[in-house]
């Protein structure tokens, strides 16, 4: 204690004196603002009617005593702010239901729109379907004609390769030749004919 007076002492000490003037100021004529508001207050109507008439102030409803208070709750509803809740519920469940079937319209155009695309595509794949089984038909008829033409194609090498022989032939031996073959060729054809009619005249 006694090192903390003489440090307030010293303080005391070191500070210079100053002199303050003090005035007081007046009172503002008037009234309060906040007073003005809260006196402006007005009780609203219940939506529970109090069937103690005594607490129509705001003090007879601040303290009142909790019997008063557990009895008004068994007061009736005002038949006015019950109709505004049905009509304002009734308004709210027109715009859900107006929300709702705006909601509907949109996916069945959804829907529709899916099915048009759907049975298009369906229509597509079904001509891709008949499309590709007549290529496979075809594409099976490819392997007998291929053997047709290779066998075409053997016949032709023959009938080529003989060609060529027979102009080496004409080439070697000249054009002449060629009379002694086809007059050597016809004989042998008349020959092999005329044994089949002499054998079948001389049958008994």
């Known amino acids: 204690m006694g090192a903390s007076e003489s440090i307030v002492s ?3 000490h070191q500070q210079p004196p100053i002199d303050d003037i003090t005035t007081v100021s007046e009172r503002i004529e008037g009234t309060d603002p ?3 508001q809260i006196r402006a207050l007005k009780i609203a109507t219940p939506l529970l009617r109090s069937p103690l008439p005594s607490e129509s102030t705001l003090t007879d409803i601040l303290v009142r005593n909790p019997s008063s208070s557990s009895s008004s ?4 509803l005002n038949p006015n702010v019950l ?3 049905f009509s304002m519920y009734r308004e709210w469940q027109e715009e859900e239901a107006k929300k709702i079937s705006q909601k509907q319209e949109e996916i ?3 829907i529709e729109t899916a099915d048009a695309l759907a049975a298009k595509l369906l229509q597509r ?3 891709s379907v008949s499309s590709m089984r007549k290529a496979a038909d075809e594409l099976a008829q490819v392997n007998q004609l291929q053997i047709e033409v290779g066998e075409l194609k053997g016949r032709l090498t023959e009938v080529i390769s003989n060609c ?6 004409i080439e070697a031996d000249g054009p002449e030749s060629l009379l002694t073959s086809v007059v050597h060729s ?3 054809v008349s020959s092999s004919e005329n044994p089949s009619s002499s054998n079948k005249l001389v049958r008994p």
């Open 10 to 12: 010293k303080a005391q």
């Open 73 to 76: 709750v068994s007061g009736s």
């Open 83 to 85: 109709l505004e809740l």
């Open 164 to 169: 060529d022989a027979l102009c080496k032939r």
């Open 34 to 36: 906040v007073l003005e």
């Open 108 to 110: 069945e155009n959804k």
């Open 186 to 188: 016809s004989g042998t």
């Open 125 to 127: 794949f079904n001509y």
